[in-house]
């Protein structure tokens, strides 16, 4: 991926070949066809250089350039800055973009795969039984699935209260011949870790569901940042400064009877370090984020089939 450095010096080529490659003066005329194989449309280029003492950027000696082509010749410095800041940085954010929907698809079709075989196992094993209170488990995987997508949701208290719930429900099954009161229901819940109805699997269960979730929502999470400050970052807002420092370099040499000048690489790289001071700032943070990001990148997930393996051992007892 390409830091900041990269990401100037590349700038400064892309506007270093903008203006030609020779260093030999030329007359207006030259200067008109060069702005017109520019795109420019200027109606009253000079024929002969006139004095620059209206110019506000370039310099007021002799010039080719009026005060409408000076004022268009910084339009265009603004627009050609954006859009090259713009195509620059849109690998970076394709990736990104690219990466976070592989990834979220992934995760989320795992999940939806885990509780599609869940459901299909307990329906063959329990029947209607389990159909009648199989929303204890679509719950499950529904807050599972908000927590992945960044919903407000304790992981710890949301497995401790599936579990309770779903001894809740056994137990009312499993003692239907008899009339179980919400208290008695709560006193249960209350000694659940000193009876431990289902063994090591809560514990279990809980350790693998967490970190495997955790690490799949920090890292999902670590794409959208990087996507958005990628995304940022490509919107230039230009200064004043920057614009008269990009006309300077890239066409006040036209009103100089010179429009085929190549400013020095150098002469680029510091106009482009003043106009992107602000992206330049980020650079040790980002190349920091883009180390750590190639190191996890692809995360290593535990395998969620262990949930359902869990459950099958337990349902096997």
Partial sequence: MLGIRTVLWTLSVALSVVTGADFKAHNCSEVRQ??????????????????????????????????????????????????????????????????????????????ENTE??????????????????????QNLFAELKRYYTGGNVNLEEMLNDFWSRLLERMFTLLNSQYVITEDYLECISKYTDQLKPFGDVPKKLKAQVTRAFIVARTFVQGLSVGREVASRVSKVSSTP?????????????????????????????????????????????????????????????????????????????
């Fill in 34 to 111: 060069a702005s017109i194989a520019k795109g420019f449309s200027f109606e009253n280029v000079p024929l002969q250089e006139m004095s620059g003492d209206h110019l506000r950027v370039c310099p007021q000696g002799s010039t080719c350039c009026t005060s409408e082509m000076e004022d268009k010749f910084g339009q265009r410095s603004k627009l050609e800055l954006e859009n090259l800041v713009d195509e620059t940085s849109h690998e970076l954010r394709s990736t990104f973009v690219s990466r976070h929907k592989k990834f979220d698809e992934f995760f989320l079709e795992l999940l």
């Fill in 241 to 317: 400064a920057c614009i008269r420092a990009l006309t300077k370099m890239m066409y006040c040499p036209y009103c100089q009877a010179m429009p085929s000048v190549k400013p020095c690489n150098n002469y680029c790289l510091n106009v482009m370090k003043g106009c992107l001071a602000n992206q330049a700032d980020l650079d040790p943070e980002w190349n920091q984020y883009i180390v750590l990001h190639q190191m996890t990148w692809p995360p290593q997930l535990p395998d969620l089939n262990p949930i359902e393996m869990v459950w099958m051992s337990w349902t096997a007892e």
């Fill in 116 to 137: 599609k075989s869940l459901n299909e196992m307990f329906v063959r094993t329990y029947g209607k039984p389990y159909m009648q209170n199989s929303e204890v488990f």
